[in-house]
T-cell receptor, first 115, second 116 residues
């Protein structure tokens, strides 16, 4: 099955700096890579995703890059703000045509943005 | 409001009790999931239901029993649990099939379970 590794496990940055979280995956057939943000006491919420037919996707201060050859993808947050503090999870999944697979998640990164 | 509602939000139960967690999705999805979140394994898939049919059981002990009466509702029945089963149980849903929105999974806020 799929195996997703995520680094670092904790990340502390100063407000206004950039933060980068990296993930690697093992199943070369995986073609969908979402990122989730989980705030304290809440469930994970999707913040951005990328499919394997593109290499980069941006949404305001958030961007995700994908390198299919190396089987790794990264989340980039620019101009960080205290409200970005949360746990971030990456995930990977093979297409759900048969409905037999769900997401495999990384172990999470606790991001702390210092004001 | 995520469109996926879980009750109760907090549950404390003894090892001999029987309780149930409930999940309801208001997004018109046709796949539902149970995940377990703990310090040891942050997001661990337990069960998958597609169109009310269970399609995946990720080697979950039988003391956890899922039920999916329709595409909008999902239950997790709990009996004779162990203290190590204490965790956050997350329900999620998605829309199957092709298309740009077909793969996005939406989570509920979770049910915090403590087994004493």
């Amino acid at each position: 099955g799929e195996n997703v590794e995520q680094h670092p496990s904790t990340l502390s940055v100063q407000e206004g700096d950039s933060a980068v979280i990296k993930c690697t995956y093992s199943d070369s057939a995986s073609n969908y890579f979402p990122w989730y943000k989980q705030e304290l006491g809440k469930g994970p919420q999707l913040i951005i995703d990328i499919r394997s037919n593109v290499g980069e996707k941006k949404d305001q201060r958030i961007a995700v890059t994908l390198n299919k050859t190396a089987k790794h993808f990264s989340l980039h947050i620019t101009e960080t703000q205290p409200e970005d503090s949360a746990v971030y999870f990456c995930a990977a999944r093979v297409a759900m045509d048969t409905g037999r697979r769900a997401l495999t998640f990384g172990s999470g990164t606790r991001l702390q943005v210092q004001p | 409001e995520t469109g996926v509602t879980q009750t109760p939000r907090h549950l404390v139960m003894g090892m001999t009790n029987k309780k149930s967690l409930k999940c309801e999705q208001h997004l018109g999805h046709n796949a539902m999931y149970w995940y377990k979140q703990s310090a040891k394994k942050p997001l661990e898939l337990m069960f998958v239901y597609n169109f009310k049919e269970q399609t995946e059981n990720n080697s979950v002990p039988s003391r956890f029993s899922p039920e999916c009466p329709n595409s909008s509702h999902l239950f997790l029945h709990l009996h004779t649990l162990q203290p190590e089963d204490s965790a956050l149980y997350l329900c999620a849903s998605s829309l199957l099939g092709q298309g740009s929105s077909g793969n996005t999974i939406y989570f509920g806020e979770g049910s915090w379970l403590t087994v004493v």
